[in-house]
T-cell receptor, first 114, second 109 residues
């Protein structure tokens, strides 16, 4: 069966510090991978998605970046965090072979920038 | 622009039925998803509709009218564990999901 891992679960970082969030998927090959951010009381905002190794599409211009160094690994990074980067970060995957394929979400990372 | 509208919050009684509406305006349509999200947790998949009509799955049903840009999620025999946020999402012409802000459902005994 497929599983998706994210770490860390919670993170408190000062403004201006770097960030690295990691997501890994097990039990599937060549998944489509997604990074979302959810602010309190808001919907999910798509940040990045990837259809393959080294292929990253950015949906929102900001101080975040993403990389996919391996098929089942997706990393979200920032060189300098802003207060507005606080939120709940969710990694998701889907097989992408059918329109009806749902996205499966990891447990999320709650980031607080102070 | 693309827009998904859902009520912010709803309250219902244990054992009752509740209908959560979702209206959408998107560039293209390749299906509509409903997800459940408990507080502090990740969303989990509930249902998918791409054709008009009602899809039933146990206590939960989802309806779609593409001509009206409208969907609803129907929850029957409500249980306390159904207290959660319910997210509506539409897959657009680029096969990306556009998400609503979610409806927080409060179940009272």
């Amino acid at each position: 069966s497929q599983t998706i891992h994210q770490w860390p679960a919670t993170l408190v970082q000062p403004v201006g510090s770097p960030l690295s969030l990691e997501c890994t998927v097990e039990g599937t090959s060549n998944p489509n991978l997604y990074w979302y951010r959810q602010a309190a009381g808001r919907g999910l905002q798509l940040l990045f998605y990837s259809v393959g190794i080294g292929q990253i599409s950015s949906e929102v211009p900001q101080n975040l970046s993403a990389s996919r160094p391996q098929d089942r690994q997706f990393i979200l990074s920032s060189k300098k965090l802003l207060l507005s980067d606080s939120g709940f970060y969710l990694c998701a995957w889907r097989t992408g072979t059918s329109d009806s394929d749902e996205q499966y979400f990891g447990p999320g990372t709650r980031l607080t920038v102070t | 622009g693309q827009n998904i509208d859902q009520p912010t919050e709803m309250t219902a009684t244990e054992g009752a039925i509740v209908q959560i509406n979702c209206t959408y305006q998107t560039s293209g349509f390749n299906g509509l998803f409903w997800y459940q999200q408990h507080a502090g947790e990740a969303p989990t998949f509930l249902s998918y509709n791409v054709l008009d009509g009602l899809e039933e799955k146990g206590r939960f049903s989802s309806f779609l009218s593409r001509s009206k840009g409208y969907s609803y999620l129907l929850l029957k025999e409500l249980q306390m564990k159904d207290s959660a946020s319910y997210l509506c999402a539409v897959m657009d012409s680029n096969y990306q999901l556009i998400w609503g802000a979610g409806t927080k459902l409060i179940i009272k005994p």
